[in-house]
């Protein structure tokens, strides 16, 4: 379930969209362009739309000119500084920001709540907070590697995992392509991808 609070924007075609995500279902057919709302809904497989199972309009007179206190929650899609990052579509300045937990460091793919002020399309950002339940997951899986294309992509026993800072033992990252037998990754989860901070190649017999 994803829940926000932003601006929802009218496309030409007629479709709403929520900080990078297209709205759909009856509830969603009813928002209006502008309107500050919170909207909770499911998210898609590919993380392109959200099927809308509440609305609740919090302005009449939403943020026409597109800034005013917002709260959003979604998925970092890119980060370009130690302060600075995309969230959907919106770009947030995280410079002043609050971030819990403290020693949070932003990855792509992580899911946060972001509180702050919108003006002119820049998210300055006051508090940054980590989805628990999405992000600060445990896992550990142990299996053959699987669909390889990069350090960073992927497949441990049906997990996509993202290696690109894992510390490696009985082996190394440029193992990883041609390696056979299994591994056990630890990590933590970011969205759909395990975020691997330990990667032990399972040497045989051991």
Not at 69 to 90: D, M
Not at 117 to 132: F, H, I, P, R
């Amino acid at each position: 379930m994803l829940s926000a609070v932003t601006v929802v924007i009218m496309l030409a075609n007629g479709q709403r969209t929520l900080h990078g995500l297209v709205l759909t279902g009856r509830l969603a057919d009813a928002l209006t362009q502008g309107s500050l709302v919170r909207v909770q809904g499911v998210l898609s497989p590919d993380a392109r739309s959200l099927a809308v199972s509440s609305a609740r309009v919090l302005s009449a007179a939403a943020l026409m000119q597109g800034s005013g206190s917002v709260e959003i929650e979604g998925y970092v899609t890119a980060v370009t500084s130690s302060s600075r990052f995309t969230l959907g579509t919106i770009e947030v300045d995280a410079r002043n920001a609050v971030y819990a937990p403290s020693n949070l460091s932003l990855t792509v793919g992580a899911q946060v709540e972001v509180y702050g002020v919108l003006a002119a399309g820049l998210l300055n950002a006051t508090k940054v907070e980590v989805e628990s339940e999405h992000m600060l997951g445990q896992a550990e899986i142990k299996g053959r590697i699987t669909d390889y294309v990069s350090q960073s992509n992927f497949v441990v026993y049906g997990q996509r995992c993202d290696a690109s800072a894992a510390s490696f033992s009985h082996g190394m990252a440029s193992d990883l392509a041609d390696w056979k037998g299994l591994v056990k990754v630890t990590g933590t989860q970011a969205g759909d991808v395990l975020k691997v901070s330990t990667l032990e190649f399972e040497l045989e017999g051991s």
